[in-house]
């Protein structure tokens, strides 16, 4: 079965930069999109970061170009470098796959890192 294991948080200084990673294991190859989602205590998820397959990144409106999403397919890996972190930034990142199987589409989720800005 799919697996996502992100790795990469902890807590940073504003203006400092974290890069997350994120494995995928089991039946999945090349999933259709890779990427992340966030979300802050007492808000809803959103989206930070998706990249799909055929290389076109797509980023959430609130990210001000601050990240890059990138993937490695030969890995099953996908990354997301945060810069010039802001407080805001803090929440828990969870890495997203959306695989194919045939007409079937489905969603994985890892168990989420913990991105916290402070000083």
């Known amino acids: 079965q799919v697996r996502l294991v992100e790795s990469g948080g902890g807590l940073v200084q504003p203006g400092g930069s974290l890069r997350l990673s994120c494995v995928a294991s089991g039946n999945i190859r090349n999933a259709y999109a890779m990427g992340w989602y966030r979300q802050a205590p007492g808000e809803e998820r959103e989206m930070v970061a998706i990249q799909f397959i055929g290389g076109t990144a797509e980023y959430g409106g609130s990210m001000g170009g601050r990240f890059t999403v990138s993937r490695d397919n030969a890995d099953n890996r996908v990354y997301l470098q945060i810069n010039t972190l802001k407080p805001e930034d803090t929440a828990v990142y969870f890495c997203?796959?959306?695989?194919?199987?045939?007409?079937?589409?489905?969603?994985?989720w890892g168990q989420g890192t913990q991105v916290t800005v402070s000083s």
């Open positions: 997203y796959a959306k695989n194919r199987r045939g007409t079937d589409v489905e969603d994985y």
